[in-house]
């Protein structure tokens, strides 16, 4: 068992500072001048391809905000996840929510954690007492251990292969989500890291049992509202339960809020929003698999040797909370079904990002 690896949100030991609920911006007339030669070399025309947006926010101020030229197209998750070509071309701005994919993983991680704390429980409840309506597929079998720790560590012991294989096409085909994944084999949790997105579902369907109002509305209430996140498109499964894994639209500056939050271990305008050792707990590894460290619904990697806590999304939606730079950076990318191209541009842009600022931060 790997063991844990806790990347460092306050490194100063200091009291977060309080937030507004609309983040605080930096004059442009006195941006840093490293940044300006950076964000003019990444829209059209340059070496990145379908970059949309690129948002820093480094020591309490937001530094650069840039939208840029590029695809509309979408996923059509009923039909297969086929990606649907959009023939023109669109000025992306900061009023256009942008599909984030996975990193709505990571904003269920947020939610987990809401959740947790609210009913006075821990990453070892096990789902089954949760779901009375499943429990055929429960009983006497290994699935009877799976816990909320091992679907946000991705290590559920499901027969599961999204990435090479079709399960991910059939979910979307199928009526019933919790039904779907529930009768697949399981060799138990625990055992090793396999990427599943039938499992946060799963997550949500469970927590949605223990709530007095439907999910949506308590994340509202919680989380979007207080933060001042309030034009966003969320999906749902077939249930009418929200959907806990991809289908979620953000603002850019919305996705940026989110990733001061983590920063900032879950404080907003003074408030505890999310708490603060279920931050720590998030960006710590809680698995190992082929593509890297993940923690609970983020993945942890270095950049020029500096630890950087990651939600992704495909086709490069990103928020990256750099800590140990007091840096908050998002992207967001048209390059559906294209990875690895889509993360290794992501990491050339953060690498220039992270020279470029090598230099005193800008005065307040």
């Known amino acids: 068992m790997i063991s844990f690896l806790f990347y460092s949100l306050v490194s100063t030991g ?24 950076l964000i003019e070399s990444l829209g059209e025309g340059s070496d990145f391809q379908e970059l949309h947006s690129f948002l820093v926010y480094r020591h309490g101020k937001v530094v650069a905000e840039q939208y840029y030229s590029g695809n509309a197209d979408y996923i059509d998750f009923p039909g ?9 071309r669109k000025q992306w701005s900061a009023s256009d929510p942008h599909y984030v994919a996975s990193v709505n993983k990571s904003v269920t991680a947020l939610l987990t954690g809401i959740w947790l704390s609210e009913q006075g429980r821990t990453t070892k409840q096990t789902l089954a007492p949760l779901l009375p309506e499943y429990q055929a597929y429960f ?20 027969s599961w292969d999204e990435w090479d294989g079709d399960d991910l096409v059939q979910l979307w085909r199928s009526n019933d989500f ?15 890291w396999r990427y599943n997105s039938a499992a946060l579902n799963l997550l949500f369907e469970a927590i949605q049992g223990t709530l007095p109002i439907p999910l949506d509305e308590w994340a509202t209430r919680r ?5 001042g996140i309030t034009d966003f498109e969320w999906g749902r499964q077939p249930n009418g339960v929200a959907e806990a894994s991809a289908r979620l639209f953000l603002l850019p500056r919305d996705m940026l809020k989110l990733g ?3 920063l900032q271990e879950g404080y907003w305008e003074g408030k505890q929003l999310v708490p603060s050792l279920w931050i720590r707990q998030m960006c710590s590894v809680q698995a ?54 889509y993360r290794e541009q992501s990491d050339t842009i953060l690498r220039r990002l992270l020279e470029a600022l090598e230099g005193p931060a800008p005065d307040s």
């Open 80 to 88: 297969g996840l086929e990606r649907i070509a959009i023939a023109d």
């Open 139 to 158: 009983s006497g079998s290994k699935k009877s251990a799976l816990s909320v720790h091992h679907i946000l560590s991705m290590q559920t012991g499901f």
């Open 178 to 192: 919790a039904s779907f994944l529930l009768s697949q084999e399981n060799s138990g949790p625990g055992r090793e």
């Open 288 to 341: 190992e698999g082929p593509a890297g460290f993940y923690g609970y619904g983020i993945w942890l990697r270095e950049i020029n040797g500096i630890p950087v806590c990651t939600a992704e999304g495909d086709g490069g939606q990103y928020i990256h909370v750099i800590a140990e730079k007091e840096l908050v950076v998002v992207m967001t990318q048209g390059n559906y079904l294209q990875w690895p191209l």
């Open 223 to 227: 989380l979007y509202h207080p933060m």
């Open 260 to 262: 001061v939050l983590i």
């Open 14 to 37: 200091a009291a977060p500072s309080v937030l507004p609920a609309e983040l605080d911006y930096f004059d442009p007339a006195q941006r840093s001048h490293a940044l300006g030669p």
